[in-house]
């Protein structure tokens, strides 16, 4: 829908072999770009870039931490475009969450100076609703209070800060997208994975769902391929810099109404679900305007039916292959 071939011709994806960055790659060398994925691989995989070997020397996969300046450094020479993905997972916050302000905060100072000094034309940072915290009204758009109540949430916004401070500061052509409840093919289904892939592999698995809270929790569940359209959409568009954007798809489906959904597409409706007490700082209810990305002229595409068949395909598949390997 976007192509950035014509503006661009060299990027780098950090977190590129993770759920959403590997996605991002695939269509930037779709484009024509030469593109290079730095990764740490503690989230993403190898296996998320493996199709891509046939792009050759358009493509370079590099093993290397945005906590490490000097080694990330040289990395950004001769780059366009940033598209900066890598993140630590909201999962494991509360257990670590000094690695998490390492990563999200420091990290993303890392990958802004590095990309300063190269002369990098474009900054595009994923971001997330978590910045919010408790929300306030509804539909919650970008100028609603930010106080998160997540040690995630906090060090996201302050790597929110840092890139405003460099529009601020330096001038640099920045854009922040906040993420909400993105799913697709690719995504972690492991138990700290994303609630669809979850949901997803236990169904096929015959095991019982499990819920934390009573599942009237609403989420704004938004398609892989859009949140890579909206990265794309904001790398083209040039009259705006330095600002914030919601990236959810505006879909409102409560966690009961997705375990209902995934049961009745896999046939095992009888399936337990089994509910838990509420996870600490989670948001009960989401209902997220995506009015200001829509006014630049941004369109979510993916309906949520079509997307979650998309991605239980997706898994059905994988887990099949895995099995003819066990």
Known sequence: MYSLGNKFKKALVTGGAGFIGS???????????????????????????????????????????????????????????????????NTICFKDPASDLEINALGTLNVLTAAREAGVKKFVHASTGSVYGDTRYYPSDEEHPLNPNSFYGVSKLAAEKYVRAFHHLYGMNVNILRYYHVFGPRQDYSDVGGVVSIFGRRAFQNLPLTI???????????????????????????????????????????????ADAILKYFGKETLPIEFQDWKPGDIKYFNVSHQKIADLGFKFQTSFEEGLANT???IIGYLESMKKYA
Do not use: M
């Open 312 to 314: 239980l395909e997706w």
């Open 23 to 89: 996605h991002i790659v695939e269509d930037l060398l779709g484009d024509g770009l030469e593109v290079i994925s730095i990764d740490n691989y503690s989230a993403g995989k190898k296996e998320n870039l493996a199709h891509l070997i046939n792009w050759g020397q358009k493509f370079k996969e590099i093993k290397a931490d945005v906590r490490d300046y000097k080694n990330l450094r040289p990395y950004l020479e001769g780059v366009d475009i940033v598209f900066h993905q890598a993140v630590s997972k």
């Open 212 to 258: 934390y809270g009573d599942g009237t929790q609403l989420r704004s569940f938004t398609f892989v391929k859009d949140v890579v359209n909206a990265n794309k959409f904001l790398a083209l568009t040039d009259d705006v810099s330095g600002e914030a954007f919601n990236c959810a798809s505006g879909v409102k489906v409560t966690i009961k109404e997705l």
